[in-house]
């Protein structure tokens, strides 16, 4: 019997559209999104830490030693005498080399020494056990010697182990690959070759020659081994060049700051002491490098400035011998005014043309021809030629005795001059050579490090504790977008045709009960906890069906909902129980044959029920159990059937309805989803009242306005729709964010 068409609900008109606007987004939106998301915040951010503070446990130790270097300019090591003021040219010699001392600092050259040095062609390291072993080593204390081995766990290093390897050399081929060596008891090892096989054994100390039959052999020395006997040891010689280019990488070099000319020498690796070791080396060899490279320029300067003495010595004294035979000769012979002055001017240049010749001598062994000071001292010659040139000529005009007088006068200040300039330079290069520093030297040498520059604990939990929060609102803000949901309720009505009979917010509590369900304490939200904000949010549901529903003896109202999950069952089973709390007779049966479980809501055993009774093998009054916890009375499922669809038409539904209608004053039937099943269709044509039940955030208008259809095609027309678990605190509802305070 359909019992819809005397009860049904007249609807209010429907909104007008046009003044219907979409509410904007404000910042307590996202407050209290990121509020309802807390937990997700929370767990996200608690996996990020523990991740971190899991990497700070377990990463390898990265340590850091520098040191500081001074580059000064360069020294200018040919005083002034052998060049003018036109000869000095701008060039590097006036500016900082930072730049170009780096280049020769990261050179193979200075790192190479180095690498032979300290012998970083050999790396040997303990084998630790996987994941764990290297953290269980750092903790140990070197100073209690060497660390015992778990029980079966022998041929790994539990800390204190040390080994030096003073001498390993192999075959090419067997360059860059992987070695063992075994501590043997007695100061003993073994050695085994990169397929795993014994190839000699040796004694710490002594050079041992091992034939693996190629033209060189193996040769190792350990010159220290502190391991319990049975440790296996990594061992691996690189070529020099692939040491070098490691060094390299690990190896940097930067200005302390802009134009200081201050160099800081940085190596980060797992060894403090072999990282201290090194970049003095680098720092040492750099600076003996320099040092070694300007004394050589000042020797060099100095032998060709020997070189050049004799030479001007005899050319100083055959001017001389050729000076006095003249005046024995001739007499004494006045030099005018005019001649004086030619002769100190072409004394002058002449002594500046052979200073550029020297110095042009001297370039060409360092410089080719094109080279900008090459040109520059050529030029620079060039013009004194011509300027002497012509001051010849002018000598010419004087008379014929004074000309070869100042021809000769000239000659010995010319040669004068220079022989002074050249025994000044030499002995100035003698100085020079003996006491060169270089252009670099050392201001603070490297330190073996106490603490290690990575990890770093507060920065690395800094930073996991900002990403943690971040991604964790990102995922919520991710979810939230992809929810099924319309957000505005109105536009909804619109759309589908039915009004919005209640908006149930979200209950915190009501998921405790869920948690503490028994058999003794049935999880009723109305009964446990009756003055829950969504208790009175069905309190108005209630109230409203009350007014709507008064032209009925009876009253049967089903509850269904698009699909599994929306909270049927628990708006079912609450409002059940706020009917009864207003002294009315309310039986509530779970009508979902296929997957209902209000039994578990009630706390009762599920035994006999609606499918026993509609099959025949049960009675009413076998079916149904009496609530006083809640005040209402039950029917269960009853028993798994196969076919519940064709048990609802043939097993006399409308009969079983209409019995029970003249006892109760309403009657509340939980029924399966639409859109799974046509058990709600079905049932639905018995009922006086029939609401929809929705969840924020999992549905959409489509799976609404395609349950109304459903429910149309069977000449049902649902009374309207009910919104569960709406948000605390939303702005579509923001009254269900007031509540009484309790009574005290």
Do not use: C
Request: no cysteine; hydrophobic share 40%; proline share 5%.
């Amino acid at each position: 019997m359909n019992m819809h068409g005397h009860n049904e609900i007249s609807l209010l008109p429907p909104p007008n559209l046009s003044r219907i606007e979409e509410p904007s987004v404000s910042i307590r939106d996202y407050v209290d999104l990121l509020l309802e998301g807390k937990k997700t915040i929370l767990l996200t951010l608690l996996s990020i830490l523990t991740v971190t503070v899991v990497y700070l446990i377990f990463a390898p130790r990265t340590y850091k030693a520098d040191a500081l270097l001074r580059i000064d300019k360069n020294k200018a090591l040919l005083t002034a005498p052998l060049r003018s003021e036109a000869s000095k040219s701008p060039a590097e010699a006036e500016n900082p080399r930072a730049q170009r001392e780096v280049e020769i600092l990261r050179s193979r050259s200075v790192l190479g020494k180095v690498v032979d040095g300290l012998n970083l062609t050999v790396e040997v390291t303990p084998r630790y056990l996987p994941l764990i072993g290297e953290t269980l080593a750092r903790w140990h204390d070197p100073h209690d010697g060497v660390a015992g081995a778990w029980w079966g766990f022998n041929r790994w290093a539990f800390g204190g182990e040390r080994i030096k390897v003073a001498d390993f050399t192999v075959p090419d081929r067997y360059l860059g690959k992987d070695f063992t060596l075994i501590a043997l008891d007695g100061g003993r090892f073994q050695l085994l070759d990169p397929k795993g096989e014994p190839v000699g054994e040796g004694r710490v100390g002594d050079s041992v020659e091992i034939d693996v039959g190629e033209a060189v052999p193996v040769v190792i020395k350990v010159s220290e081994l502190k391991a319990h006997p049975g440790t296996y040891f990594d061992l691996t010689r690189e070529s020099r060049l692939t040491a070098i280019e490691k060094l390299k990488k690990a190896f940097t070099v930067k200005e302390a700051s802009k134009d200081t000319d201050i160099l800081n020498v940085e190596l980060k690796g797992r060894e403090p002491e072999q990282l201290a070791k090194s970049v003095n080396d680098i720092a040492t060899t750099y600076v003996n490098a320099t040092v070694n490279w300007e004394s050589a320029e000042a020797g060099q300067k100095l032998a060709f400035l020997e070189s050049q003495l004799p030479v001007v010595k005899e050319r100083l004294e055959r001017a001389e011998q050729a000076l006095s035979a003249y005046r024995q000769q001739h007499g004494a012979v006045d030099i005018s005014a005019e001649a004086e002055v030619l002769l100190k001017q072409a004394a002058e240049m002449e002594t500046l043309g052979i200073q550029l010749r020297q110095k042009y001598e001297e370039q060409t062994q360092r410089l080719t021809d094109a080279h900008p000071d090459m040109m520059a001292t050529k030029a620079q010659i060039g013009r004194v030629e011509r300027k002497l040139a012509d001051l010849n000529k002018r000598i010419k005009e004087l008379p014929r005795t004074q000309q070869n007088m100042v021809s000769l006068s000239r000659d010995v200040q010319v040669n004068t001059e220079l022989y002074t300039s050249l025994l000044n330079s030499a002995q100035e290069q003698r100085v020079a050579a003996a006491g060169s520093i270089g252009n670099s030297r050392i201001v603070d040498f490297a330190v073996i490090p106490e603490k290690p520059h990575w990890p770093k604990p507060m920065l690395l939990i800094a930073i996991a504790t900002v990403l943690g929060m971040t991604l964790g609102a990102a995922i919520v803000f991710l979810r939230n977008s992809l929810q099924r949901h319309d957000n505005y309720p109105a536009l909804l009505e619109y759309r589908v045709g039915i009004p919005l009979y209640a908006a149930i917010p979200h209950s915190k509590k009501q998921k405790r009960l869920a948690r503490l369900v028994d058999q003794d304490q049935p999880a009723v939200l109305a009964s446990q906890a009756p003055h829950d904000i969504s208790v009175e949010s069905l309190r108005a549901l209630r109230t409203t069906l009350e007014a709507t529903l008064a032209s009925g003896e009876s009253k049967i109202i089903m509850i269904s909902s698009p699909a599994p999950g929306m909270g049927k069952s628990f708006v079912s089973s609450n409002l059940a129980a706020l009917l009864a709390s207003i002294r009315k007779r309310v039986l509530i049966i779970d009508a979902d044959l296929r997957n209902g479980r209000l039994h578990e809501a009630f706390s009762v055993q599920k035994e006999q029920g609606l499918s026993d009774l509609l099959a025949g093998t049960a009675s009413l009054a076998e079916t149904i159990t009496s609530l006083p916890e809640v005040g209402v009375d039950f029917i269960s499922k009853g028993r798994n059937v196969s076919n519940p669809a064709e048990l609802l038409v043939l097993g006399g539904l409308d009969a079983i309805l209409e019995d029970l209608k003249a006892f109760y004053n309403h009657i509340v039937i939980d029924s399966p989803p639409i859109l799974g099943a046509t058990d709600a269709a079905i049932i639905g044509k018995h009922a006086d009242a029939t609401f929809l039940v929705v969840k924020e955030g999992r549905y959409t208008a489509q799976e609404l306005e395609v349950s109304f259809r459903r429910f149309q095609h069977v000449g049902i027309k649902p009374n309207g729709f009910i919104m569960n678990d709406m948000k605390e605190g939303s702005s579509y509802y923001p009254y269900y964010g007031y509540a009484y305070p309790k009574a005290v």
